[in-house]
């Protein structure tokens, strides 16, 4: 097929016929039999496929993002429901699921993301498993093919393709770690997954460490958010973010044992940065200064980074790119959110899902004299309007008020089941989407400078230093007034600044508040040891393998 990228196309063919399997549930890309001989026009066969650089490029640097974003469950590192964004959202007390009488209980799904119940059977978890390998496995299979180009075309420059795969994979084993804690590391597309160990989480962190530094120089300077040839796609300030993540979480993720209530400290993990050795809160703010000095700034108005026309955001640092014309891929939470009245007065449906906990509330002071400006930029609460028009109940008389104090686990029977709870704003609706507004322009922010000044501020204050500055640039921006710098005071401003944008469990474990006990939120006794950090290794795999033990508490 031809994907055209709003204004310059990846040709991505594929071959003429891909199935994917799953090997000790792993997914693995192999080609299959032909299927009744059929010989597609405009289809091209695998050695047409790979046979000049451009080609070779084109199907699979420029393939490897076609599943960045997705459409379907689990699919996408954005978008889509139950699947990354949903494990680092709905278990933490940013976002819930009500169960609204005969709509969202889903076999109690979503109350066990909240309570933190979840088993290894989980289905979510495989799947997300799954598709976070599936594209492993590809970056493998396409950096086998460069090797083999390569081969039979010394001349050919193409450091650069593998820089980029590498990081993406990388990326990806990233998401891996964080959510699953131990994964096997794996490298080749021919690999016997039932040989190969779950690798600690500590050597994991830092085999990610080394492949992003390794691919760095390789990597363009370029902004990756806006149009032109690099927008979608992996460059140097995509991985500086990434580095300053990792090492921001250094104490989580060189702890292997995260169940015994003891960390290493960030002091005392140390990285090589330009030669320089560096504990772990001195190099996060060398990667947030050199992503400053890419040109990375606060976009004047917040709201602007999440508009149908988002690509002009000097702010957002690495997105999936959207257009309902282009692409196919979905952002559904907008849509999940709102009440079905609000869906329709906008054109079409919606399914009155997703809402904003007490806990929210409470820090944005939702209601109060002091309520943060972003509170409205981020959610509908009270009296629904569009376009300065009222929108109606069922009945076209009543008014449609969102309830935000009235939001619990479970609010069937109540006055308010249909209309609890603050819903989800922050992204600007777009009139010209598709698919219900599934399918829209705004490109879905995956990383942004904002977060790049938080984490700085928060590695300041770590590391024994000053971080008002940077808490303040960011609170100047919405006119907020100035704070003191403080791990309690950096953690409120990242769900204030970054509500719904897929970080909040990331922070709750590094602040040390994930297993804490929330209201409608009980928790095991167990869970206190703090097990549920990470999730269990899913499904059948060990009984496919053999060598693989379940993560403690499971």
Sequence with gaps: MIMKRKNHTIYYFGRTCITVLLIGCISVVTSCDKFLEEDPKGSLSEEETYNTQDALFNNTVLAIYNYIGGNTASQGLQGTERGVYDLNTLTTDEAIMPTRGGDWYDGGYWQTLFRHTWVAGTASLKDTWDYLFKVVMLCNEYLERIETYQKTHAEAVLDSYTAELRAVRAMYYFYLMDLFGRVPIIERTGSATDQTPLSARSKTFQYIIKELQDALPLLSAEHSNSFGTYYGRMTQPVVYFLLAKLALNAEVYMDDDWTDATRPTGGSI????????????????????KIEAAGYILSYNFSDNFCPTNESSNENIFTIPMDPTLYNNWYCYFFRSRHYCHGAALGGASE???????????????????????????????????????????????????????????????????????????????????????????????????????????????????????????????????????????QEERILELSQEGWRRNDMIRFGTYTQSYTDHPQSSNDQKGYTIVFPIPGDLLTMNPSWTQNPGY
Excluded at 270 to 289: E, H, K, M, P, R
Excluded at 425 to 437: E, L, Q, T
Excluded at 445 to 463: G, N, P, Q, T, Y
């Design 270 to 289: 140390f990285f090589t940065v330009d030669g320089q050795s560096l504990n772990a809160w001195q190099t996060v703010i060398a990667y947030c200064d």
């Design 352 to 490: 009155n899902g997703t809402s904003a906990t007490v806990e929210v509330l409470k820090a944005f002071g939702y209601g109060t004299e002091n309520q943060d400006p972003r509170f409205d930029m981020t959610f509908y609460a009270g009296l629904v309007k569009e376009n300065g028009q009222q929108i109606y109940e069922d009945d076209g008389r009543t008014p449609l008020v969102y309830h935000p104090w009235e939001v619990a686990l479970d609010v069937t029977g109540s006055p308010y089941e249909k209309t609890a709870g603050a819903r989800l704003h922050k992204y600007a609706n777009d009139p010209n989407a598709n698919a219900d507004g599934r399918n829209c322009n705004n490109d879905i922010v995956l990383f942004r400078f904002a977060d790049v000044l938080l984490m700085r501020a928060e590695a300041f204050v770590r590391d024994g230093k000053n971080g008002d500055l940077e808490l303040n640039r960011v609170r100047r921006r919405v006119e907020m007034p100035q704070r003191i710098a403080t791990l309690a005071t950096i």
